[in-house]
Each structure stands twice: as structure tokens, then as C-alpha cells.
């Protein structure tokens, strides 16, 4: 299955990942130490030679997989601590917590070399070369379960449109390359209300009764207008511009003006340039959505 690296979204914007939240903190530890202690009982990875152990082995994998659960939540609650003040929801990309996931990974290393004296009997504990063993024999063991997870978490949320680094589709970044007009004139039920519209302006569309407020922005200032038209029949006339995208029974965006998408399977929130307001994504609309 062929995929591509969506540079792109390292570095945008994401949602603090719910499982370095303080609130969540023990159970992913625990998630941790399960994981470590089943693969290290039913594998035995890395060489193990039993004259060196000064206990049984079942302890030894209890003791490698307590470790770095219990350096999961020191790791992680200093990160916490270090992002009071800001906007804790968000200020977290992709590449932070690959570099985070890193430096857990050698710190898991180090500690797991300093307990050498304690598990094993063996002159050279204290050698460089067991010092390098411990932290590769981490960062492989590590990185191979870190990217096994979030590898299959990529593949069900790309199946849903969603923008992540590992894509197994192609996001479709470019419209068509049709030529289409930027000024668009608009029929309206009683021709005097007829008006002329820079398509390019319009952020979003809010339906009023039989009146629309078109919502403009227009060398980085708001412009609102309000026309005697329906937003279905106002809809049916942009029919040609496909980039603009029915997100809620009251309200039509521009797909290309959209700033940021906040909320969670309940709904989203979408935000444009130069303007507080934020436009909801009606449930019902969220595959359209990201499928758009």
C-alpha cells in the first residue's frame, strides 16, 4: 500500500494527546508496563544469559517494565508542569512529541543501565558498552511500539480524511484547474436585490429566514452583508465553486479560508482570519467534512 510523508503537519497545530494529560497519566504507565512486561516474558528479547542474574527472570522483567512506566509519569509530569500558563488543549505538534518520545527513550535507557549492579553480576556493569546497550536496546524496543500504535491509528483516521503525517491516500491539496470567475452575479427573487459578489472574499454564509448575512473579508477587514436570498437557492447558484461546503443547516464555509478546526466527534468549530466568530460542523456533517 503505497503512502507519502505529509511534511506539512509535523509542525501544525494539534490537540494535546489525551494520554500525556495529567488525568490519564497512570493509566497510560500502566498501558506501559503491560506491554513491556508481555513482550519481555514471551520473547526474551536482546540475549539473556542466567548466570549473571542475581534474581529470577520473572522479576528482572517486572523491574525492566516498572521503570520506564514509572518514568512515563515523572517525564511527562514535568512536560505538564512546564506547559501551565499555556493553552493546554493545543501548543503541541507531531514533531514535539517525536522528540519528547525520544528523550524518554534514552532516559529509559540510562535508568535501565543504572540497574545493572541490581539485576546482574557482572564486572563490566559499569562499561560504556553496556551503557550503549541499554539505551539502543530501548530505543528499538521503544520506537517499534511506539510507531506500531500510532501506524495503525494513522491508517484508520487517514481512511477518514483526516490531514496526518503518514497518509496512505494523497491528499488532494489542489482544485481543479478549470478557470471559473472570481465576480459572480447573483439572481435573486426580486431583481433589484440583485448583487454582484467577489467569490474569493466570502468566508462563510449564515442563514436568516429568507435572508443570508454574507460574511467578506476584504484586504484583511470584515465585511458583513445582508441579501434577500435563501441559503439553499444562494447555494444552487455556487454550485460551480466546489470548495464551498454545506457544514451546518444554517451555514456555508469557504473550505480555502479555513484557519483552524477545533471540537471532537461531537462536532467541530472552525475559525478564519480576522474574525472571532467560529462556525459549527452539524454531527451529521463531519465524514462530508473531512472527506471536503
Keep these: 500500500m503505497p503512502f507519502y510523508i505529509n511534511s506539512e503537519h509535523l509542525l501544525k497545530e494539534i490537540e494535546y494527546p489525551l494520554r500525556f494529560q495529567p488525568a490519564n497519566l497512570l493509566k497510560s504507565a500502566v498501558v506501559v508496563f503491560v506491554t513491556l512486561l508481555v513482550f519481555l516474558l514471551l520473547f526474551t528479547p536482546f540475549g539473556v544469559y542466567e548466570p549473571e542474574h542475581k ?55 540510562l535508568v535501565s543501565f543504572l540497574m545493572r549492579d541490581l539485576i546482574y553480576n557482572n564486572s563490566g556493569n559499569w562499561s560504556l558498552r553496556y551503557l550503549y546497550e541499554e539505551i539502543r536496546n530501548c530505543c ?22 483526516a490531514p496526518f503525517v503518514l497518509q496512505f491516500q494523497p491528499l488532494q491539496t489542489e482544485h481543479d484547474k478549470k478557470e471559473i470567475p472570481a465576480i459572480l452575479f447573483i439572481n435573486t427573487q426580486v431583481k433589484q436585490d440583485d448583487f454582484s459578489l467577489n467569490i ?12 443570508i448575512e454574507l460574511t467578506k473579508s476584504v ?33 456555508l464555509v469557504n473550505m480555502f479560508s479555513i484557519q483552524k478546526v477545533t471540537g471532537n466527534s461531537q462536532g467541530y468549530l472552525l475559525s478564519f482570519a480576522d474574525t472571532s466568530e467560529k462556525i459549527p460542523v452539524s454531527r451529521k456533517q463531519l465524514d462530508s467534512f473531512n472527506s471536503c
Design 55 to 109: 534474581m529470577n527472570y520473572f522479576f528482572i522483567c517486572g523491574l525492566h517494565a516498572f521503570s520506564p512506566a514509572l518514568l512515563f509519569v515523572v517525564y511527562f509530569s514535568i512536560v505538564n508542569y512546564f506547559r501551565k500558563g499555556k493553552d493546554q488543549s493545543h501548543n503541541w505538534n507531531l514533531l514535539k512529541e517525536y522528540l519528547n518520545i525520544g528523550g524518554f527513550l534514552i532516559l529509559s535507557g
Design 219 to 251: 484586504h484583511n477587514k470584515i465585511e458583513t452583508e445582508l441579501k434577500r436570498i435563501s441559503l439553499t437557492q444562494f447555494e444552487t447558484q455556487i454550485s460551480a465553486y466546489p470548495h464551498f461546503f454545506r457544514c451546518h443547516r444554517t451555514y
Design 140 to 161: 528499538i524496543a521503544g520506537i517499534f511500539f511506539y510507531f506500531f500504535l500510532r501506524v495503525v491509528s494513522f491508517y484508520f483516521q487517514s481512511q477518514k480524511g
Design 200 to 211: 474569493d472574499d466570502l468566508l462563510f454564509v449564515k442563514a436568516d429566514g429568507n435572508y
